[in-house]
């Protein structure tokens, strides 16, 4: 996670070098993985202007928990200790958006997320949401799309839609 957050960085480097931002107007988005680095990404860079969550989690610790449950219930051993487990769990808190908010500053997000995702569960988008909402984020500034009867495939709607939420906030 930390290299795709180094390496989205150096794309941000050159793009800036080499003026190919009008007025710096950067957007991301990214799916399942790449969505979860999104949104690890607005944690640490305010030069992005606008972000694009698909079936990924904005929740991290609660996700690398859920993976490592998914792995046990599998019966396969880790080669870590607990305490190994919990230092690498508690390095993954400064880039959870869902802990840290005001990291957002009001930037616009998409988020998209099929009903029946069995890789990243649907309800980590779900939650967030209702975080943004109760949190009073401004309801202009984000869209979700809980896409029924879908699973982990981006939908050629929620393309279109990611599509014409940039067009109208970059």
Request: net charge negative; proline share 4%; aromatic share 8%.
């Amino acid at each position: 996670m930390i290299k795709n957050l180094e390496d989205l960085n150096e794309l941000y480097l050159y793009i800036k070098q080499h003026e190919l931002a009008k007025d710096d107007r950067i957007g991301i988005a990214g799916t399942s993985m790449g969505g979860i680095t999104v949104s690890a990404a607005l944690t640490r860079y305010p030069w992005i202007k606008a972000a694009g969550i698909m079936m990924g989690s904005a929740r991290i610790s609660d996700m690398a928990s859920y993976l490592l449950e998914s792995i046990r219930k599998q019966g396969v051993d880790l080669p870590l200790t607990q305490q190994e487990i919990n230092q690498q769990l508690t390095s993954l808190e400064p880039i959870d958006l869902s802990r840290q908010l005001d990291k957002l500053a009001d930037r616009p997000i998409f988020i998209w997320h099929g009903e029946h995702d069995q890789v990243v569960p649907y309800q980590h988008s779900m939650s967030f949401v209702e975080q943004l909402k109760t949190s009073g984020y401004p309801k202009d500034r984000f869209q979700f799309i809980s896409e029924p009867n879908r699973d982990h495939k981006v939908s050629r709607e929620a393309k279109y839609a990611l599509t014409e939420f940039f067009v109208k906030h970059l």
